[in-house]
């Protein structure tokens, strides 16, 4: 399977300010995702980035808040824009597997105050 | 309109065997079934993939029913270590595959 690497692995931030996560894939994906996850709740998915093109957005999500970078195969960052204290979370990226399934990074913890 | 529906919750002991079942009416002809597993502070992680009848690997097994409308995960003789969410996602995983997770069920194994 895909070995993802998504930093950083925490952060509290000030209230209106941007913070930027960022997951590494040890392999070509052509697909990646991006997950929302509050305390004890399931995962909502965010937006599907493709490389090369514009990312896919859920409902609620708009690109202004949430700007998603796709440059290459390996890579991608999602930006939480002018966070508030709604926004902490913890943020997770996804690709497909090798085999079945997949692949989910470690997440990235945020707490704005 | 939900695509999958879990119990919220389960409870058993260890050595015990658990069964936890997915709702997947709507499901479609392409679309696999496919559970992960999620421990706290961790990202879910891939259990098991099936299409239809028993699939198993070392870890887990997936039954499913000819209509295809549900599913169910069984562990065999759970440990604390399998206290866990278990989450069952449908989709087609070579054309856009759905991504999208349902409430998912909480196990807690109990010594």
């Known amino acids: 399977s895909a070995v993802i690497s998504q930093k950083p692995s925490r952060d509290i931030c000030q209230r209106g300010t941007s913070l930027t996560i960022q997951c590494q894939v040890d392999?070509?994906?052509?697909?990646m995702f991006w997950y929302r996850q509050q305390p004890g709740q399931s995962l909502t998915l965010i937006a599907t980035?493709?490389?090369?093109?514009?990312?896919?957005?859920e409902s609620g999500f708009v690109i202004d808040k949430f700007p998603i970078s796709r440059p290459n195969l390996t890579f991608s960052t999602l930006t939480v824009s002018n966070m508030s204290p709604e926004d902490s979370s913890i943020y997770l990226c996804?690709?497909?597997?090798?085999?079945?399934?997949?692949?989910f990074g470690s997440g990235t913890r945020l707490t704005v105050v | 309109l939900a695509k999958t529906t879990q119990p919220i919750s389960m409870d058993s002991y260890e050595g015990q065997e658990v069964n936890i079942t997915c709702s997947h009416n709507?499901?479609?002809?392409?679309?696999?079934i496919t559970w992960y597993q999620q421990f706290p502070s961790q990202g879910p992680r891939f259990i098991i993939q099936?299409?239809?009848t028993k699939v198993t690997n070392e870890v887990a097994s997936l039954f499913i029913p000819a209509d295809r409308k549900s599913s169910t995960l069984s562990l065999p003789r759970v440990s604390l270590s399998d206290t866990a969410v278990y989450y069952c996602l449908v989709g087609d995983p070579y054309n856009n595959n759905d991504m999208r997770f349902g409430a998912g069920t909480r196990l807690t194994v109990k010594p």
């Open positions: 980035a493709n490389q090369g093109s514009e990312a896919t957005y």
């Open positions: 099936g299409y239809k």
């Open positions: 996804s690709v497909e597997g090798t085999d079945y399934g997949y692949t």
């Open positions: 392999s070509q994906v052509t697909m």
């Open positions: 709507n499901i479609a002809t392409n679309d696999y």
